[in-house]
């Protein structure tokens, strides 16, 4: 398929993207605070939400890669839309908070059926091996989601209340998001899919891929639980070094346009390198940025856009390396498979860096994070000698 008949596709599932990341993951960012002090529910309820989520995504998630292979992504995102918009109703109308965390089960499930993973194997159920370059560009969309929507909920809490917010969001789900996605995503020739468990795709893998396999999983839970770890406790660590929360917070504001710099800086490249290569750069970059933050050297600022911009190509990278790895018959079922593990680490690490943060100091945290960076590179070395 052309670039020219790819790029309305690809401009859909961005704003689809957009939409879900804002109303999920990014949701109780802006939000959590109204929601505790309105209701007098605690706050590490209120953002156990989103932990709660997570988890539900990670169990649906080998199950939305096998559905995607099947019948291709475009009903697996449709159910999305209408899942994510009936969570969303349900925590905007919770009397009381076991209803708000049934909410977010529901909203789990529109996670797993709809955020970067799905849309990864959508885009490779569609283009198959062609489908990087589309990947690519669907992660330079998705870097605006916190930057659309983080000052869109925080308009709706201050006019109509969290509660109307959420109820916006539900709203654009089903006025936005479900029409792009029928209107726009193609449908996929369905395929059938073989009797018998398989370790990932419709074929069985070989030991050098199962070993490939098993040490990507590595990387993700490793990033995961980094990169989940820093956006919840990034204003904590940098006010615990003295600085204030105002300038921590525009400190923070640098993260998404580094992250979208990077990428664009990526997609220049035209593909013309090794997906690992991305990978290597990727936690390069972060390696180096956390190294720096955790020294407490000056200049905070440029060592956060280190490690946003790694952060901005390993999204890529998440969703290019499977691909080059397992090939684009097996692509979708490996993109479910594997992001199970990511998601777990992403629900788990923020309480865990609580407990390091409070019994342990922000030093602690900060070489702690550089750890598990540093181990990603090892496990990233041993990958390309199995690849």
């Not at 490779?124 to 983080?150: E, H, K, M, Q």
């Not at 070993?211 to 990034?234: D, E, Y």
Request: some cysteine; glycine content about 12%; overall charge positive.
């Amino acid at each position: 398929m052309s670039e020219a008949r790819r790029w309305p596709v690809i401009a859909a599932l961005g704003v689809v993207e957009i939409l879900a990341w804002g109303s999920s993951f990014y949701l109780p960012a802006v939000m959590a605070g109204p929601i505790a002090e309105s209701t007098g529910w605690p706050l590490a309820w209120v953002v156990g939400g989103l932990a709660v989520g997570l988890l539900v995504a990670a169990l649906v998630s080998p199950h939305v890669g096998a559905a995607i292979h099947r019948r291709g992504g475009r009903p697996v995102l449709a159910l999305a839309a209408l899942l994510l918009a009936a969570g969303l109703t349900v925590v905007a109308v919770a009397p009381i908070l076991p209803v708000y965390l049934a909410g977010w089960l529901i909203l789990g499930a529109g996670m797993g059926c709809g955020l970067y993973d799905p849309a990864f194997a959508t885009l490779g159920r569609l283009y198959g091996a062609g489908a990087r370059p589309a990947i690519t560009t669907l992660t330079l969309w998705g870097g605006f989601a916190s930057t659309v929507c983080w000052p869109l909920s925080a308009f709706l809490v201050a006019h109509i209340g969290w509660r109307g917010a959420c109820l916006t969001y539900a709203g654009l789900h089903l006025a936005v998001t479900l029409p792009l996605i029928l209107a726009m995503i193609p449908h996929a020739p369905a395929l059938p899919v073989p009797d018998g468990p398989q370790e990932s795709g419709s074929a069985p893998l070989s030991t050098r891929e199962r070993r490939a396999f098993l040490l990507f999983a590595g990387v993700l839970v490793l990033g995961g639980a980094i990169m989940s770890q820093v956006s919840v406790h990034l204003l904590a660590l940098l006010q615990a070094r003295g600085v204030s929360l105002a300038a921590a917070v525009s400190y923070g504001a640098l993260i998404g346009p580094a992250q979208v710099g990077a990428r664009v800086v990526e997609i220049s490249l035209k593909g013309r390198h090794h997906p690992l290569w991305t990978l290597t750069a990727a936690f390069g970059l972060i390696a180096l940025g956390l190294w720096l933050l955790a020294a407490g050297l000056p200049g905070v600022a440029l060592w956060l856009v280190l490690y946003a911009g790694g952060n901005g190509i390993y999204s890529i990278a998440r969703g290019t390396v499977p691909l080059a790895l397992f090939g684009p018959d097996r692509y979708p079922l490996a993109v479910g498979r594997l992001a199970r593990p990511a998601l777990v680490a992403q629900a788990l690490a923020p309480p865990a860096g609580a407990v390091v943060l409070t019994h342990a100091g922000p030093g602690a945290l900060w070489w702690l994070l550089l750890a598990l960076a540093l181990a990603a590179l090892g496990l990233i070395g041993a990958l390309w000698r199995v690849r």
